[in-house]
């Protein structure tokens, strides 16, 4: 097993067509921890596969260095990386059986026949093969090909295991189902492994760390927790969410009855001291980020108060509620987990609560989360 470190990694791809921007990854400092499941995680086209490439040999960086296990490995062929690669395909040998598939890369390193046979089926034991043994890919599930090739890349213990949305051709069901199998065998093993998806909750459910990527740039390294309720900017925390975190531009002002948020669409919210405290001077304009199942609809029946909105659609998603409604020129989108009898045109009142605002400055910087200190 061992650590695997990008230094000052680059990848620049020739110019575009039509006058588009090349891409361009990094430059990365990452350190990926040895025994440690790491998530690449962010929309398609960041670089998260790329990086993999990098990692595994298949691909050379522009400039920086890729390091695994303290060695340098920039003139290393991938063959001698120790590297083993699971993709979204199976890449399954279709006339071998799964026995064979399985001990096709323990016979390449000449292993002792015994030493495969109880690699194998101890492989086969955690990943419920043990019945399909003597099958051939074609007689297998989409599933069932997909834990043979999960299988194979763990079998021969490699230093490093890369999975490249290796669960993205498969239902919901049988992703959670596979998910919670490779962080099973990932502690089992302790191996390094680096996980791509562009699924964040996929992410935040297997990974010890997640690496959230934007346009070829890193923005947050950190547990999935702390991404969650710390995240670094407006971008992660728009990524991570069941559904999307409400976004609200305007700015800050002092009045006599305290520190008021000023949507530049119209409502005036009241903010604490201590938040307020947390924007720069000189620096009153920001936006405030709010997740949907934060915000609460005020019952008809309770007292006067919140802040007065127009219902613009109700969906059903998933057991939960999703209300779009209007708030002067403000859109939000509360995520209720009980029965909604609103309708569109219905009139309504959401309660906004102050401690668990998130605001971020211009640039996307963040100010204040309610999961770090103010």
């Not at 398609?44 to 993999?52: M, P, R, Y």
């Not at 920086?64 to 083993?84: C, H, K």
């Not at 074609?138 to 090739?149: D, E, K, N, T």
Request: hydrophobic share 45%.
């Amino acid at each position: 097993m061992a650590e695997v470190v990008l230094t000052k990694v680059e990848r620049v791809f020739p110019a575009a067509p039509r006058g588009l921007e090349p891409f361009r990854l990094g430059p990365l400092d990452l350190k990926l921890p040895d025994g440690k499941l790491t998530v690449l995680v962010g929309p398609s086209g960041c670089g998260k596969t790329t990086i993999l490439r990098l990692i595994a040999g298949l691909d050379r960086p522009t400039g920086g260095q890729v390091s695994i296990g303290g060695r340098p490995v920039g003139s290393v062929p991938p063959r001698d990386r120790d590297v083993a690669m699971v993709f979204q395909e199976h890449a399954l040998y279709p006339q071998m059986t799964v026995f064979a598939n399985l001990a096709f890369p323990l016979k390449m390193r000449r292993l002792p026949r015994a030493e495969i046979s109880a690699r194998v089926r101890q492989a086969a034991l955690w990943l419920d093969l043990e019945s399909l043994l003597e099958r051939r890919p074609a007689q297998l599930s989409g599933g069932q090909q997909q834990r043979v090739a999960l299988g194979r890349a763990i079998v021969r213990r490699p230093q490093v295991s890369l999975l490249d949305e290796p669960l993205a051709h498969l239902d919901a069901p049988l992703r959670a189902e596979l998910r919670e199998l490779v962080g099973d065998v990932q502690r089992r093993l302790g191996l390094a492994m680096l996980y791509v998806t562009h699924d964040q909750s996929e992410a935040t459910a297997i990974g010890d760390s997640l690496v959230v990527l934007s346009q070829g740039r890193i923005e947050q390294v950190a547990p999935p927790e702390q991404i969650y309720e710390a995240p670094a900017n407006r971008f992660v925390a728009g990524f991570f969410g069941a559904a999307r975190m409400n976004f609200v531009d305007g700015l800050l002002a002092r009045r006599a009855d305290g520190y008021r948020f000023v949507c530049d669409a119209g409502p005036a919210l009241p903010v604490s001291a201590a938040t307020a405290n947390a924007v720069p001077a000189g620096a009153p304009r920001v936006t405030l980020g709010i997740r949907p199942q934060d915000i609460r609809l005020v019952p008809r029946g309770e007292r006067a108060g919140g802040l007065p909105a127009i219902v613009e659609a109700v969906h059903l998603s998933d057991g939960r509620y999703l209300v779009r409604l209007a708030a002067g020129g403000c859109r939000l989108v509360v995520d209720s987990p009980t029965r909604v009898s609103l309708k569109p045109g219905d009139a309504a009142r959401l309660d906004l609560p102050a401690e668990r605002w998130f605001l971020f400055d211009p640039s996307g910087r963040t100010l204040a989360a309610p999961g770090r200190p103010l």
